[in-house]
């Protein structure tokens, strides 16, 4: 089976939240750029580099039987010819489970090749509780 060419990053990115809802590792791995330099961080989890070692996350993840909903809000997108960066925020809803799960944070970056638009970095983090950040007075800047 051939890797869908991708004209646009959007549709790399609706492609890469279709197969995570379906817990579908083939097509999450269509998405990602077959450059051995791809980057990978699940939210608390380390810095994965590498197709093999961000599909067997993927696969573990899949594995575990959890179906994963993500909507998309809050999108700023930034395209050059050659790459786009697109920060966001995903609200994951866990099917069978009703609790309310803070935002992520991600930022997907995407390349341009022969074989249309590719992933290349998917970094997500859990949104800061902003209720706590605003109840006291120190700087918010990390670095």
């Known amino acids: 089976m051939s890797n869908p060419i991708y004209t646009s990053p ?19 791995m269509s998405v990602w750029s077959e450059d051995e330099e791809v980057v990978c961080v699940h939210p608390g989890s380390i810095r994965l580099v590498g197709l093999v070692a961000i599909r067997e996350s993927w696969r573990q993840l899949f594995a575990s039987g959890s179906r994963i909903n993500v909507s998309i809000s809050h999108p700023v997108r930034w395209v050059s010819v050659m790459t786009a960066v697109h920060t966001l925020q995903q609200h994951v809803h ?14 997907n970056v995407f390349t341009r090749g022969a074989l249309g638009w590719r992933m290349v970095m998917h970094h997500a983090s859990l949104a800061p509780d902003m209720d706590s950040l605003h109840s006291n007075d120190t700087p918010h800047v990390v670095h």
């Open 10 to 28: 959007d549709d790399a990115e609706a492609a890469f939240s279709a197969a995570l809802a379906r817990a579908d590792i083939d097509g999450m």
């Open 94 to 107: 866990v099917e069978g489970d009703d609790r309310l799960h803070p935002p992520i944070i991600a930022t």
